[in-house]
């Protein structure tokens, strides 16, 4: 059934590129129906800053719970070989369709209004939607997004044979249910994948409450069937005097395809109670025509069940003859090359656990799981925001300055002198302003990186025994790689706010260029971590290592570009460009970092030296008092807590500009 215009036309997806070209008999404002989506798009994004909040915190905590109760080596096999077993066929199944087929267009065609009588007449079903109208673009869609499940079919098959051979009988004998693992974590992805028809419906009409209910309500009751199963195995094992947990990767296993069965049928339920059928429904059982009013009169939009159904379309050929179809072959052939892109995302997302899963044994696979459970809590509540705000921030300001030159590497006289001397007062003004925050935003990224360093690398053992207990501090390395990531937690976040700003003010050639460099230092990760992990057999410690290398290359490139970009049309103290100055900065790789005064990032003297101190002072009282015995640790931490205060102290008495710079920042934001 057709779903009625009326009902469809109160929201229209905010990545539609055809809109303006729809038909309608009243055309709405383009300002109101911008701010209609733009208000949709926002509480819609604040659902989901809640939901990535609660289900991470909520996930963390129980972690905590299970990892008393698990070894490093479930956790690596679980958190490592089997969570990149399921990110495999989901991403590469559905991530380049799900970036197509938002896409979609209506296929409205005025060349020929002979045309359209024709590709009407061609229509015998009446329910077909017509192009032009907002339900065949939903049918493409439709259509569009049941292409992920074949392929996923293709990839769990290869996937789980690929790990079914690599399992061996010693580990399987060490790892009851492993096997089954395997097969259930497949199964929880095609399952996953059949709900993905109504998860991109529900995202293409901004349906963010359906989405996010469905898929929290299935993140907590996973969390809690794994911790419940996993503490049921321990209890288990000691009763039966065993070592190993019972149930192992098991439960994780049953967890997730759970959750899998969650997500599927939650979207069919939330679907269901927003369908024709359920109101059409609801009036045959009033029987009254206020009744049947009522009934269709909800303020929710409703959909017809058999609109989640893919079918045959018609639309007016190139040849100007009615032209039948399913797949769409323009947005099939873009979801190819996407797809084909995703590929290498993939390979640069899942990059260390591929390497974890192929150079280290599963007791360093879990801890590697261990330290980025703590990790990617910081870099997702903190780091994350950040970087999506940056990223907004920037590009608004410097929306109508040109990017950097990319036939060369060094931009040509002509070009510069143009840009020095064609900008507005305004524009210049925006330029300083983006460049300064910049590089406040850095210095508070060294500063927060100094606490870390300072504090948490002689912390760790600590707050491991604290937390998840004895044999995680004292049988395993967790402590000594989480020490080593404290000083990757800076690196994070400057590579990150860097790469924002690139892809803020970077063109599209630009951005196709980095992903040439992406290649090339994916390239260095993958030998250094090689290396450290297997020549130098530093394990979990040597992936850590390696992706401080990788980003901090990244860093020194986007630092590159921005002085280039900065470079064009600012001088160091903020002023507009002199031609002089642009002739002299357009030669020298360290003349062009000379452009843009990145001393600022660096702290100052004294507060450098009340870090090292801090640093220095908390080794000495972990080595003396050390974290034994409960008194030990309350007596370390006190130490802390004093040279925090001191370290404090010296950044508010010696960094006054930058506290000043923070407080412009506030002050602005509230005004």
């Known amino acids: ?28 404002s383009p300002q109101s129906d911008a701010s209609s989506i733009l208000s949709s798009s926002v509480q ?48 590469l199944s559905r991530e380049g369709v799900r970036c197509a087929a938002i896409r979609v267009s209506d296929d409205t065609d005025t060349r020929d209004q002979s045309n359209h009588s024709q590709t009407a007449h061609a229509i015998t079903d009446p329910t077909t939607p017509k192009p032009g109208s907002e339900a065949y673009r939903l049918q493409k869609l439709v259509n569009m997004v049941y292409a992920p499940i074949p392929v996923g079919v293709l990839m769990t098959c290869l996937a789980v044979g690929y790990n079914l051979a690599q399992l061996d009988s010693a580990s399987e004998a060490s790892f009851p249910g492993h096997r089954l693992s395997i097969y259930l974590y497949g199964a929880a992805a095609l399952i996953e994948l059949l709900a993905e028809p109504m998860f991109m419906v529900a995202q293409y009409k901004l349906w963010f409450k359906t989405r996010v209910s469905v898929e929290g309500t299935a993140v907590i009751v996973r969390c809690v069937l794994t911790c419940a199963l996993t503490v049921f195995g321990a209890r288990q094992a000691a009763a039966e005097g065993q070592k190993a947990n019972t149930m192992g990767v098991l439960a994780f296993a049953i967890a997730q395809f759970v959750y899998g069965l969650l997500t599927l049928g939650g979207f069919l339920a939330a679907f269901w109670n927003r369908s024709e059928e ?49 797949f769409d072959t323009q947005l099939l052939n873009l979801s190819k090359t996407l797809t084909s892109q995703s590929l290498l995302k993939h390979i640069l997302t899942e990059g260390d656990k591929m390497m974890m899963v192929n150079f280290t044994v599963e007791a360093d696979q879990g801890v590697y799981a261990f330290v980025v459970n703590y990790g990617s809590l910081i870099a997702r509540i903190l780091f994350q925001p950040m970087e999506e705000i940056s990223r907004t921030l920037f590009s608004k300001l410097l929306s109508d300055i040109g ?12 070009a510069t002198t143009k840009s020095s001397t064609g900008l507005s007062e305004t524009q210049l003004s925006n330029l300083a302003v983006s460049r300064n925050l910049l590089l406040t935003i850095m210095k508070f990224h060294v500063l927060l990186g100094g606490i870390f360093i300072a504090f948490g690398t002689h912390y760790t053992a600590t707050l491991i025994d604290l937390v998840v207990g004895s044999y995680w501090s004292r049988e395993t390395i967790a402590p000594a790689v989480l020490s080593l990531y404290c000083y990757y937690v800076p690196i994070m976040g400057l590579n990150g706010i860097t790469e924002a ?84 900065d357009a030669n020298g790789f360290v003349r062009t970092f000379s452009s843009v005064p990145w001393r600022y990032v660096i702290p100052s003297l004294p507060v450098v030296g009340a870090f090292s101190a801090a640093y220095a002072i908390t080794s000495v009282s972990e080595q003396l008092i050390g974290w034994d015995r409960l008194l030990d640790k309350a007596l370390h931490l006190a130490v802390g807590v004093f040279a925090f205060a001191v370290t404090l102290l010296a950044v508010f008495v010696f960094e006054k500009p930058f506290i000043r710079d923070i407080k412009n920042v506030v002050r602005k934001r509230r005004g």
């Open 501 to 584: 700003v690139v892809q803020a003010v970077a063109s599209e050639q630009e951005l196709a260029v980095l992903s040439y460099w992406m290649i090339g230092f994916s390239a260095v990760f993958c030998g250094t971590g090689a290396f450290l992990m297997v020549t130098l057999g530093l394990g979990a410690r040597g992936i850590v290592l390696a992706n401080c290398v990788n980003l901090l290359m990244r860093i020194l490139w986007s630092t590159w570009f921005l002085s280039r970009y900065y470079g064009r049309y600012l001088a160091r103290d903020g002023s507009a460009i002199s031609e002089e100055s642009a002739r002299k």
């Open 1 to 28: 059934m057709e779903v009625p215009n009326s009902t469809l036309k109160q929201r229209t997806p905010a990545s539609s590129t055809s809109t303006a070209s729809q038909p309608s008999s009243q055309p709405q």
């Open 44 to 91: 819609g994004a604040s659902y989901l800053v809640l939901l990535q909040f609660v289900s991470r915190m909520l996930t963390f905590t129980l972690n905590q719970v299970l990892l008393r109760f698990t070894s490093a080596e479930v956790l690596g096999i679980a958190s490592v070989q089997l969570e990149l077993l399921l990110n495999t066929i989901l991403f």
């Open 403 to 414: 990017p950097v030159p990319s036939s060369s590497s060094t931009p040509s006289v002509t």
């Open 278 to 326: 359920k109101e059409q429904n609801k009036v045959a059982k009033a029987k009254k025509d206020d009744d049947e009013k009522d009934g269709q009169s909800g303020g929710e939009e409703t959909i017809s069940m058999k609109a989640l159904l893919p079918r045959r379309l018609v639309r007016t050929g190139k040849n100007g003859q009615p032209e039948y179809f399913f």
